[in-house]
Every structure is written in C-alpha cells, then in structure tokens.
C-alpha cells in the first residue's frame, strides 16, 4: 500500500519563510507533486519532483529525495494569500495514479 | 480556455437513493480522474481513465460506486443506494495525457446523504 505523512498544521508570519514536509512509503514512486487547496476551492498544482534535488518556481520551491522517501516544499515571502491547505502526492509507476497525502494547513499571520 | 467542470456543485438526497455526478473535462485532455474528499481530510482516488484503455477502478471504495466515460470526454460517476458515509466532495480532474503529471481539478460536486 502507500503511505504519506505530513504535518497537519503550521503557523508562520508574513514574509517568513516555511518548509512542509512529506514523507512517503510506496512502492513504484516515480514522482512527487504539490498542490494548493484554498478553503472551499479545487486543488491547483504547484511543482513536480521526479528526480532529486530543488526545483525553484518564483516564491515556492520543492524538494525531493528519493533515497531518503521525503520531499518538502518551502514557501518564501509568505503572504496573507498563502494561508491555505497544501497536499503532496505521490505519482505510481508511470501509469499517472497519484496517492494524496492528507494535507497541511498553513495558517499566515501578520 | 474553459477548465474541468462539475454538475451539480451541490446534491443532498436521501440514504439508498442513486445519485449521478457529471464531470467535463478540458477540452483535449484523455485523462480523467475522480477523487473524493471528506472534510478537513486529503484526496482519495477512485477512478482513472485514459483514452480508451480500460479505467483504474483500483479505489473505488464498493459496488455500489461505478463510472462511465462516454466518447473519451464527459465522464459520470454513478453512486448506487447512497450512504451517510458517503457525503463528501468528489473531485473531478483531468490531464493531457499519460504522461502528463500536471492535473487540472473541477470546483467539485459537495454531496450530502441525508
């Protein structure tokens, strides 16, 4: 089966910076996406991380390590619009099923 | 362009009755996915399409859930003799294709099971 844990809420300042971590059981990984869910919203995609390392996209940046099943993603410059659910998912073999994990809720203060 | 979108956004019918849900997918996209989200809790997939391969039913939770996807587009998740369990928001996505990683989702169809 597949397994994903992440932290089920974090609270951060405006124009902090934050990391949300995803640690993962599966077999056949073959990738790992972010999404962004505001309250009452659809999931909107983020990034993607097949291969190890950081992959930057303006404010949020994603990380993955596959040799150590964990990826995290960092939000910079936080905003007051940030403040919403993020679930990583991981994608199984190459058949494009993902697994979701069961999200985390950032709180943004002022 | 116009994205996925979802008939109805709101259903509430009585336990054991049968209840339809209709997703369109963006135009071009041959995959399509359905998922479901309980309160406060993360996406559970149910159903994968691609093109006209046979779908991933791997997650759907009973028989009583079935899907349909008619012509590679519109696609329509069927839940039959409808439980208080299974009031959620069932989310609808789609992709370009098979190796396409970016999903786009619908706003969703909240169901209530009264």
């Known amino acids: 089966g597949q397994s994903l844990e992440q932290p089920s809420e974090v609270t951060a300042v405006e124009g902090a910076i934050v990391q949300i971590n995803c640690t993962y059981q599966?077999?056949?990984?073959?990738?790992l996406s972010w999404y962004q869910q505001h309250d009452g919203g659809a999931p909107t995609f983020l990034s993607y991380?097949?291969?190890?390392g950081l992959e930057e996209t303006g404010r949020f940046s994603s990380f993955l390590s596959r040799s150590d099943s964990y990826g995290y993603l960092l939000l910079q410059e936080l905003q007051m619009k940030d403040s919403a659910s993020y679930f990583c998912?991981?994608?199984?073999?190459?058949?494009?099923?993902?697994?979701f994990g069961s999200g985390t809720k950032l709180n943004v203060k002022p | 362009g116009a994205g996925v979108s979802q008939s109805p956004s709101n259903k509430v019918t009585e336990k054991g009755k049968d209840v339809e849900l209709r997703c369109d997918p963006i135009?071009?996209?041959?995959?399509l996915y359905w998922y479901r989200q309980s309160l406060g809790q993360g996406l559970e997939f149910l159903i994968y399409?691609?093109?006209?391969?046979?779908?991933?039913k791997s997650g759907l939770p009973s028989d009583r859930f079935s899907a349909e996807r008619t012509g590679g587009s519109v696609s329509t998740l069927t839940i039959q003799r409808t439980q208080q369990e299974d009031s959620a928001v069932y989310l609808c996505?789609?992709?370009?294709?098979?190796?396409?990683?970016?999903?786009?989702f619908g706003p969703g169809t909240r169901l209530t099971v009264t």
């Open positions: 996505a789609s992709s370009l294709g098979p190796s396409s990683y970016e999903q786009y």
């Open positions: 599966t077999s056949g990984f073959y990738g």
């Open positions: 991380n097949a291969l190890d």
């Open positions: 998912a991981v994608r199984i073999g190459n058949f494009n099923k993902f697994y």
């Open positions: 135009s071009g996209h041959t995959a």
């Open positions: 399409f691609q093109g006209n391969s046979a779908p991933d």
